[in-house]
C-alpha cells in the first residue's frame, strides 16, 4: 500500500527526463556591419544603431512604407484575398493542429465503454450428462460499463515529449513562414504596383514622341512634294513614326500583363481608381531606409527565424531517438461493473477492474534504432546549415540592397543629365532641319537618342523606387521603434 504512491511519484519524476541534446552551435560567418565602399552611402556622421538581436525586424508597418493611399488600398486587398497568403495561413493552423494531436499522447487517453458480451453454447457441451441428440442450448449474457486507458506510455526517458516538442517548433516555423509570405506578398504588391506607374509614364512619353515624329514626318512630306527633300528624307522620317507606333503597342502591352499581374497577386480585378499615375508624378512613393540599421536585424528576419525553429526541432527529434533505446513503459487498465443482468448491472459486488502494465525493453533491432539516431543527427547538421545560408542569403539580399541605393541617386543624376542633353541637341537639330541648313537624319538620329535616353531614365527610377521596396523586405519588413511600440509588417494600424 505504500510502495505504490512511491512508485508512482518516481515514476513521474523520471517522465521529467530529457535526452535533447543542446542547440547546436551555429557559424554564419557574416560581418556584423554592412559592407562599405564607392558602392555605398557615406554614414559618416550618423549615430550607428547598437547591435541587439532582440530588436525587432518588423518594427514598422508597410503603411509607414508605402504612404501613397491607392498603394495602400492595393496591400490591404492583396493581404485579404491573396490565396497564396491563405494557403500559408492554413499551412500554420494545420501544423498547430498537428501539434495538438503529437502533444495529446503526454496525456493518457480516457473512455468509457458499455458492453454485451451474448453466447450460446449447446447443452452437449456444457453437461456431459446430456443427451448426444439434445437440441437444447444454454444463453449466456454479460453486461458491462466501465472507464479506462489503453496503451498509455509513461515517457520515462522523455520520447514523447521530445516529439512534442519537436512538433511545436514546426508549428512555430509555419507561423513564421506565415509572417514571411506576407512580407513577400506586400513587395510583390508595391513592385507590380510601380511597374504600372513605370509603363504610364513610357505610354505617355512614347504618345508625345509619336505626335513630334508626325509632325516632322508631315513636314517632311511637305517637303518632298514641293521638291525640297528627298525621298530618303521622307522614308526616314516614316520609319521614324512606325518606331514609335510599335513602341506605343509595347508599353501598352506591358501596361495590360501588369495590371494582369497585380490581378493576381488582389486576388481580384483591379478597380481602376487603384492605377497608379506616372511614375514621376508620384510623391516619394516608397520612403528610404534610415542610416544606422544594425546587421543584427536579420536574425529577426521571419525565413531566418523559421530556420531556427526547423533546427530546434531536429534538436529535439535527437531526443526522441535516443530514448528509443531505453526501456518504455505502456498501461493498459480500466475498471466498472458486470452483471449477468442489465438490471443487476451497478449493484453491490459487481466491480470489475483490469491492469495491464506492459515494459519493453529493446535488445537487438538490427541496427534501425542507430539509423534512426544518425538519421536524426544529419538532418540537424542539414538544419545547422540551412540556417547559416539563411542568414547569409539575408544578409546578401540587405548588401545588394544598399548597394544598388548608393549607387541609383548618383546614376539617374547623369542619366537625367544626359537626357538634358540630348533634348538640347534634338532642339537645336530640329531647328536646324527646319530651317534648310540641315537634312532630316540628323534630327533623326537626335531625336532616337532622346527617346532612348529617356526610356533608360524610367526604367532607373523604376528600378530604385523597387530597390526600396527590396530593401523593405530584406530587413524582415521594417527598421525602426517607435515610441516603444512595436508595429507587426502586414498588420492593420490604427
Given at each position: 500500500m505504500i510502495?505504490?504512491?512511491?512508485l508512482s ?5 523520471m517522465?521529467?527526463c530529457?535526452?535533447i541534446?543542446d ?7 557574416v560581418?556584423?556591419?554592412w559592407?562599405?565602399?564607392?558602392a555605398?552611402r557615406?554614414?559618416?556622421g550618423?549615430?550607428?544603431v547598437?547591435?541587439s538581436p ?9 503603411r509607414?512604407?508605402?504612404?501613397d493611399?491607392?498603394l495602400?488600398r492595393?496591400?490591404?486587398t492583396?493581404l ?5 497568403l491563405?494557403i ?16 495529446g499522447e503526454?496525456f ?8 454485451l458480451d ?15 441428440d439434445a ?14 486507458i489503453?496503451?498509455?506510455?509513461i515517457?520515462?526517458f ?5 516529439l ?8 512555430l ?8 509570405a506576407?512580407i513577400?506578398?506586400v513587395g510583390?504588391v ?11 509614364e513610357?505610354l505617355?512619353?512614347?504618345r ?5 515624329q508626325e509632325?516632322?514626318f508631315?513636314?517632311?512630306?511637305a517637303?518632298?512634294?514641293g521638291?525640297?527633300?528627298t525621298e ?7 520609319t521614324?513614326v ?9 508599353y501598352s502591352r506591358?501596361?495590360?500583363q501588369?495590371?494582369?499581374?497585380l ?7 483591379v478597380?481602376q481608381?487603384?492605377l497608379?499615375?506616372s511614375?514621376?508624378?508620384l510623391h516619394?512613393?516608397?520612403?528610404d531606409v ?11 528576419r521571419?525565413?531566418v527565424?523559421?530556420a531556427?525553429r526547423n533546427?530546434?526541432?531536429a534538436n529535439?527529434?535527437i531526443?526522441?531517438?535516443r530514448a ?7 498501461l493498459?487498465?480500466?475498471g466498472?461493473?458486470?452483471?449477468a443482468?442489465?438490471s ?8 470489475s ?5 506492459q515494459?519493453?525493453?529493446?535488445i ?6 542507430q539509423?534512426s539516431?544518425?538519421a536524426?543527427k544529419?538532418?540537424t547538421?542539414?538544419?545547422v546549415?540551412?540556417y547559416e545560408r539563411?542568414v ?11 548597394a544598388?541605393?548608393g ?6 543624376a547623369?542619366?537625367?543629365a544626359?537626357?538634358q ?5 534634338y532642339r537645336l537639330a530640329?531647328m536646324r532641319?527646319?530651317?534648310g541648313?540641315d537634312?532630316?537624319q540628323?534630327?533623326?538620329d ?6 532612348t535616353?529617356?526610356?533608360e531614365l524610367?526604367a532607373q ?26 508595429t507587426?509588417?502586414?498588420a492593420?494600424?490604427?
Amino acid at each position: 500500500m505504500i510502495r505504490l504512491p512511491v512508485l508512482s511519484f518516481a515514476a513521474l519524476l523520471m517522465a521529467g527526463c530529457s535526452l535533447i541534446p543542446d542547440q547546436p552551435a551555429t557559424n554564419p560567418s557574416v560581418a556584423a556591419a554592412w559592407p562599405e565602399g564607392p558602392a555605398y552611402r557615406s554614414t559618416a556622421g550618423t549615430t550607428p544603431v547598437p547591435a541587439s538581436p532582440a530588436r525587432e525586424a518588423d518594427a514598422i508597418g508597410w503603411r509607414d512604407v508605402f504612404a501613397d493611399p491607392r498603394l495602400q488600398r492595393a496591400v490591404e486587398t492583396a493581404l485579404a484575398g491573396n490565396r497564396d497568403l491563405r494557403i500559408a495561413v492554413l499551412n500554420v493552423s494545420l501544423a498547430e493542429a498537428q501539434y495538438r494531436v503529437q502533444r495529446g499522447e503526454l496525456f493518457p487517453s480516457v473512455g468509457a465503454s458499455g458492453s454485451l458480451d451474448a453466447t450460446r453454447t449447446p447443452l452437449g457441451v456444457v453437461s456431459s450428462t446430456a443427451p448426444i441428440d439434445a437440441t437444447a442450448g444454454v444463453t449466456r449474457r454479460i453486461w458491462g460499463a466501465g472507464i479506462g486507458i489503453s496503451a498509455y506510455e509513461i515517457d520515462l526517458f522523455g520520447r514523447v515529449r521530445s516529439l512534442s516538442q519537436a512538433a511545436f517548433q514546426r508549428y512555430l516555423g509555419y507561423a513564421e513562414t506565415r509572417r514571411a509570405a506576407q512580407i513577400s506578398l506586400v513587395g510583390q504588391v508595391a513592385e507590380a504596383w510601380l511597374a504600372i506607374a513605370a509603363d504610364q509614364e513610357a505610354l505617355d512619353l512614347t504618345r508625345q514622341t509619336l505626335a513630334n515624329q508626325e509632325e516632322a514626318f508631315a513636314i517632311t512630306r511637305a517637303a518632298f512634294q514641293g521638291g525640297t527633300a528627298t525621298e530618303l528624307a521622307l522614308r526616314q522620317a516614316q520609319t521614324s513614326v512606325e518606331t514609335a507606333r510599335a513602341s506605343l503597342e509595347r508599353y501598352s502591352r506591358l501596361k495590360a500583363q501588369d495590371v494582369n499581374a497585380l490581378a493576381l497577386l488582389l486576388g481580384g480585378p483591379v478597380p481602376q481608381d487603384m492605377l497608379p499615375d506616372s511614375l514621376s508624378a508620384l510623391h516619394q512613393p516608397i520612403a528610404d531606409v534610415p542610416a544606422g540599421v544594425s546587421s543584427a536585424i536579420l536574425l529577426r528576419r521571419p525565413d531566418v527565424l523559421a530556420a531556427e525553429r526547423n533546427l530546434t526541432a531536429a534538436n529535439a527529434e535527437i531526443g526522441a531517438a535516443r530514448a528509443a533505446f531505453f526501456p518504455s513503459i505502456t498501461l493498459t487498465a480500466s475498471g466498472g461493473t458486470a452483471s449477468a443482468s442489465l438490471s443487476n448491472l451497478f449493484s453491490a459486488g459487481s466491480g470489475s477492474w483490469t491492469f495491464a502494465p506492459q515494459i519493453n525493453l529493446p535488445i537487438f533491432t538490427g541496427g534501425t534504432l542507430q539509423g534512426s539516431l544518425d538519421a536524426a543527427k544529419i538532418r540537424t547538421d542539414i538544419q545547422v546549415a540551412t540556417y547559416e545560408r539563411a542568414v547569409q542569403s539575408a544578409f546578401r539580399e540587405v548588401a545588394d540592397s544598399l548597394a544598388a541605393r548608393g549607387t541609383f541617386d548618383r546614376q539617374i543624376a547623369a542619366q537625367r543629365a544626359l537626357v538634358q542633353s540630348y533634348q538640347d541637341a534634338y532642339r537645336l537639330a530640329l531647328m536646324r532641319f527646319r530651317s534648310g541648313l540641315d537634312n532630316y537624319q540628323a534630327s533623326l538620329d537626335a531625336q532616337r537618342q532622346l527617346f532612348t535616353a529617356q526610356q533608360e531614365l524610367i526604367a532607373q527610377e523604376l528600378l530604385r523606387q523597387q530597390n526600396r521596396v527590396s530593401l523593405y523586405r530584406a530587413l524582415g519588413g521594417g527598421w525602426e521603434e517607435r515610441s516603444g511600440t512595436m508595429t507587426q509588417a502586414g498588420a492593420t494600424t490604427p
